[in-house]
């Protein structure tokens, strides 16, 4: 199946981009949750959701983000988008997502999209303590009780154990990057990214 991905930059603020090459894009209203919704020959009326599935060529779906991950998700005929911080990870959002889609059709790919690295992202003990110990390798300590956290790391975990193993990153950072895309941490901004996929 053939599909695009589409990524915005500076100083374009993804809230904006309502369509890309003429054909409308999708957002979720996103609340850090686990809500899934699926879009078809039909738009729902409530978009209030983390992750997004279609099997329609009429849409783009996107969701925005300022750091956290978004996660590309491609079956036969279906594609979906998922946006996992760490609250939605916590919650198994991208694993959710997998399943809800396998009803449908296998995900055959995943793509990690643009996001704070492990090396950017440092969290409280707080956050730490919340996530079991399957997780503890995503999470190196530092000495002022703070961690550097892998986001990244931390969902490929739940898209193996979710039976998806062709893995593609695209390694770009928020922070790093900070010059190409729009960052939280690092400039506290309300801009965001729009990560977006179609059906060809």
């Known amino acids: 199946m053939k599909y695009e991905i589409f990524i ?23 609340v850090h949750g686990t809500n899934i919704v699926f879009v078809g020959r039909s738009v729902p009326f ?7 599935v279609t099997d329609s060529k009429n849409y783009w779906i996107g969701v925005l983000t300022a750091d956290c991950l978004p996660v590309f998700l491609v079956g036969e005929g ?4 998922v946006h996992a911080g760490w609250r939605g990870t ?3 959002i991208v694993f959710n997502t997998v399943k809800y889609i396998s009803e449908f059709s296998a995900v055959k790919k995943a793509i990690l999209g643009v996001s704070i690295c492990s090396q950017c992202y440092e969290v409280g003990e707080d956050v730490y303590s ?27 975990i739940q898209l193996k154990a979710a039976g998806v193993h062709e893995i ?8 790093c990057n900070n010059d190409i895309f729009h960052s939280y941490r690092a400039e506290k901004t309300d801009k965001r990214i729009l990560s977006a996929i179609r059906i060809i």
């Open 168 to 175: 593609e990153d695209i390694k770009k950072c928020t922070v």
């Open 46 to 52: 409530n978009l209030q959701a983390d992750a997004i």
């Open 8 to 30: 915005s930059e500076k100083p374009k603020d993804g809230r904006e981009i309502n369509e890309i090459k003429g054909i409308p894009v999708l957002k979720p209203i996103q």
């Open 130 to 156: 919340l996530y079991p110990k399957e997780y503890s390798k995503c999470f190196k300590k530092l000495k002022n009780s703070k961690f550097l956290f892998d986001l990244k790391e931390a969902n490929k």
């Open 78 to 81: 279906v594609v979906g988008v």
């Open 90 to 92: 916590l919650k198994g």
